[in-house]
């Protein structure tokens, strides 16, 4: 399996001092994950591709769009708004994707890895017939628009069949992790952990991450 990846959610961050919250975590992370809503795929939203232009790190950003049937000029959108951040992969949800296959094409086609999420109830059958263009999965472990939810454990058993398809594949477990429940989604096939609320709500975002790192061995 690939190597454990830490990816700390900026949605839980204090949004009024955003750079310096991700200062204080990006020696620990390997990527920055931001989530972008549009109240329309799920019930929130946040700031688009002009949230980008504020964001000052070197730290590789997961991209994850929970928006309706994002087109081309929107995902172009954000690749364009800032040139000093690094883009690692940008991810669609199934659900929403009129033509999954294209979008992922087009991401490719823009030097960025395409990624593909799927939400708790989805089978994991809604995505196979991309899984060789895909290089980045979100299997979520709450219901996506809001951080702070609890674990969905329900949703394991999807880890365990991709990362048998996909042995070598970036697969990401994004929603209600913690210290306590980290080892079951590593065990099953996650390799890159996401959690918001546990490290930007803790009083030591530092311990924070080491404890899921801890925990995940």
């Known amino acids: 399996m690939p190597k454990i990846k ?6 839980s961050a204090n949004q009024e001092k955003i750079n310096e919250e991700i ?9 920055i994950h931001v989530d972008i809503m549009d109240n329309k795929f799920v019930p929130n ?15 590789p950003l997961d991209i994850h769009l929970m928006v309706e049937d994002p087109s ?31 979008t992922l094409e087009y991401i490719k086609s823009q030097g960025i890895k395409p990624g593909v999420s799927i939400k708790p109830k989805t089978s994991l059958d809604a995505i196979k017939d991309v899984l060789d ?3 980045f999965f979100i299997i979520m472990t709450v219901e996506p628009g809001f951080s702070g939810q609890k674990f969905i454990e329900e949703a394991l058993p999807k880890f365990e069949e991709l990362r048998k398809l996909k042995p070598d594949a970036d697969i990401e477990v994004d929603g209600g992790v913690k210290a306590e429940n980290v080892s079951l989604a590593v065990k099953a096939g996650a390799n890159v952990l996401v959690a918001s609320s546990f490290i930007f709500g803790s009083d030591d975002k530092v311990t924070a991450i080491k404890q899921l790192l801890d925990n995940a061995k």
């Open 23 to 31: 200062k204080e975590v990006e020696p620990y992370s390997d990527l």
């Open 72 to 102: 081309n000029e929107y995902i172009q959108s954000f690749i364009d708004a800032n040139p000093n951040l690094i883009i690692n992969n940008i991810t669609v949800h199934q659900e929403t994707c009129s033509n999954l296959k294209k």
């Open 6 to 11: 830490i990816s700390p959610s900026i949605l």
């Open 133 to 135: 263009i895909a290089e």
């Open 45 to 59: 939203i946040t700031p688009q591709s002009e949230y980008l232009k504020k964001l000052d790190t070197k730290i």
